[in-house]
């Protein structure tokens, strides 16, 4: 089986931002653009941020890294920095997306945004999460391994209401047989889209080596995805002479 080897090279050395460029990003798709941890309500952004469009930029270049991975590379480019003796931003502000190529690139002005028609709109989507010590996941969770259903229309019922079961024998069933629930239940959250026909426009000053990287990759693949994975972009990078 063959496996892509991402290179990281670029981040062993001193970021130098002098190439001018103009980044056109072309919406494929609606897109939600969530900057901050939102509550119950997931607001889009109108213009990306620089740390989504950082990952847009890892994404493209195939630095699909997790987040311990990502944590610890994080770590080493610090103290590479120090030895450098060059100011290192930890940027972990918002998602728990940590971006590795901040340092590389700077967004000098504001994105131009140039559209025919722009509209918002909400829609329903499905947060995954796992609580493996309470209730609320196996309230969450659709299935169960067929096998103990019947175990469970048997536990205690709830006092109020006959229809439910106990909630503490819930739990107490779900932590014997967790093995046999999905690893995650959904809640469904409100989040905004919105929706343009039309282009960003947005000047930014980058590493040269960056550039490169960016400017390679784009000859062959310039779809990426911008906010979250249903948000697919048609991307073009130029110089600024």
């Known amino acids: 089986m063959y496996t892509s080897k991402i290179d990281l090279a670029v981040l062993q050395k001193i970021p130098h931002k002098i190439v001018k460029t103009k980044l056109v990003v072309e919406p494929l798709a609606p897109l939600s653009m969530v900057s901050e941890m939102p509550g119950s309500f997931y607001k889009t952004l109108n213009v990306p941020s620089k740390k989504m469009i950082c990952g847009l930029i890892e994404n493209l270049l ?3 890294i997790g987040w311990r991975d990502r944590k610890a590379i994080q770590k080493d480019v610090e103290e590479l920095r120090k030895k450098q003796k ?7 502000k918002g998602s728990t997306y940590i971006p590795l190529l901040m340092e590389y690139f700077d967004i000098i002005d504001q994105p131009t945004i140039d559209f025919s028609e722009v509209c918002f709109f909400n829609d ?4 995954c999460y796992r609580r493996a010590d309470e ?3 196996p309230k969450g969770t659709d299935n169960i ?8 229309w048997k536990l205690k019922r709830d006092e109020k209401n006959r229809e439910k079961v106990d909630d503490k024998a819930l739990k107490e069933f779900f932590k014997e047989k967790i093995d046999f629930f999905p690893m995650y239940y959904t809640t469904p959250t409100v989040r905004e889209y919105i929706h343009l026909h ?4 947005i000047p930014m000053l980058m590493d040269e080596k960056l550039f490169t990287m960016l ?10 995805y911008l906010g979250n994975n249903e948000g697919w972009v048609n991307l073009k990078l130029s110089k600024n002479e």
């Open 86 to 92: 060059v100011a290192y931003s930890n940027e972990t």
């Open 62 to 64: 195939g630095w699909h």
């Open 198 to 201: 039309g282009r960003y426009i």
């Open 135 to 137: 209730v609320v996941h």
């Open 124 to 127: 329903l989507w499905k947060r």
């Open 215 to 224: 400017y390679d990759i784009l000859d062959t693949n310039n779809i990426g």
């Open 145 to 152: 391994d067929y096998r103990y259903i019947p175990q469970k």
